[in-house]
């Protein structure tokens, strides 16, 4: 009798896991719930449709019908998640609109989960992506990240001694805040008398403002220094997350601004103001030179604001191309009720302080450079703009004295 209660304990324990592991194939209905669901997500919270149709050319409801339409009795999961791709991929990247795949679901998971407790947002965005049904339609157990997962996300260098020096990080995410602080720390103190420090921020696209505030600015500042930002926000998931870090006011209340194209204000519901002040980390900066921050299209989100920062308060000489703009938070996250899948988007239209479009028209490099070759073109212009000086042992046609 014993081992016949064990068999059905283990059998019941079985099937229970089995629900857990897997969703099962979609219905046809499960899938239009899903995609509608996901439309309407869109047209609710999505900041920046007026801006996505005006850098495209496309018509988003004709997009959407496009692909609602190749969903039949017939499709299977595999061919809807393809379809929901497909169409996110419409969007061109335009306010940080995508599906997570399988490995991009696990990386953000492991990420959230380490830094959930430090900020209400990223524990928001925990809260979303951190549950069964998202888990089983990933197959959270059985992804293995590749090797470069350990890569070193900092690196700091000598470009030329005792002249240029240089700093380039792959994210100014939370995880990395710390460690990354020490090594920025011992090395603004060995470079403290360098005339000049280039900071590259090309391909930074996720983080925290943290960051660079603590690791960056506030060690290298005498004085208080301030900054803006400014960003509209529409409709309830949006309105909910962005409340978890800003005040948000009734967009009736927004100021006039130049550079606005009032479609941008079609739909919106609150806007965020925001000032910030950096206080000096100690009476003096450690570094004594300049900086230079190398920005181009692939600049974006906290990197994006950091740029913002140094336009407004002079902290640094932005160099290259024209950023990619950015958002106030890490993107908002949106679980699809049937299968799980996590779409991310920006919860804001983060405006310049004239109130352009930053994701339009981005922050401008004080210094314009256009080249393949960004890296050596601003080494080379730094050269130009910082001579080496002349050897005290040489006369002035470069002959010995």
């Known amino acids: 009798m014993k081992k016949i209660v064990k068999w059905i304990m283990m059998a019941c324990l079985t099937l229970m896991c089995t629900a857990c592991d897997d969703n099962g194939p979609l219905t046809y209905e499960q899938m239009l719930e899903d995609y509608d669901y996901l439309w309407t997500t869109i047209q609710e919270n999505y900041a920046m449709m007026n801006v996505a149709q005006r850098m495209t050319g496309k018509n988003f409801l004709a997009v959407k019908d496009h692909y609602r339409n190749k969903i039949t009795e017939d499709t299977t999961t595999q061919q809807f998640d393809s379809y929901v791709s497909l169409f996110l991929n419409e969007f061109e990247g335009i306010g940080k609109m995508e599906k997570l795949n399988a490995v991009s679901y696990k990386r953000l998971y492991e990420k959230l989960k380490d830094s959930a407790s430090m900020t209400n947002s990223l524990n928001y965005l925990y809260d979303v992506i951190n549950n069964g049904k998202s888990k089983s339609y990933y197959d959270f157990e059985e992804i293995e990240l590749s090797d470069e997962d350990a890569e070193k996300n900092l690196i700091t260098s000598v470009v030329e001694k005792d002249r240029i020096a240089y700093i380039k990080m792959s994210d100014m995410d939370q995880n990395s805040m710390k460690e990354d602080g020490k090594t920025l720390k011992k090395f603004f103190k060995e470079i403290k008398n360098y005339p000049v420090c280039v900071i590259d921020l090309r391909g930074v696209t996720s983080g925290v403002e943290q960051y660079w505030i603590e690791n960056i600015v506030a060690p290298n500042i005498s004085e208080k220094t301030s900054y803006e930002t400014l960003a509209l926000v529409k409709g309830g998931l949006a309105k909910e997350y962005m ?85 106030s938070l890490e993107p908002l996250l949106i ?56 050897e005290e042992n040489q006369d002035d046609t470069g002959g010995n004295a």
């Open 243 to 327: 409340s978890t870090e800003y005040q948000l006011l009734e967009i009736r209340k927004l100021a006039s601004l130049p550079a606005l194209q009032l479609k941008d204000l079609e739909g919106m519901t609150d806007y965020v103001k925001s000032s910030k002040t950096i206080a000096p980390a100690a009476k003096k900066a450690v570094f004594k030179g300049d900086f230079y921050v190398m920005i181009d299209g692939s600049t974006a989100d906290s990197a994006e604001r950091f740029a913002m920062f140094c336009k407004q308060s002079g902290f640094a000489t932005l160099v290259g191309d024209y950023s990619g703009g950015g958002s």
């Open 335 to 390: 679980k699809l009720p049937n299968s799980g899948m996590i779409i991310r988007m920006s919860a804001d239209h983060h405006l310049n302080l004239d109130g352009a479009s930053n994701a339009e028209y981005g922050t401008a490099p004080d210094i314009r450079i256009e080249s393949e070759n960004l890296y050596g073109a601003v080494m080379a212009k730094l050269r130009e703009l910082y001579p080496a000086p002349v």
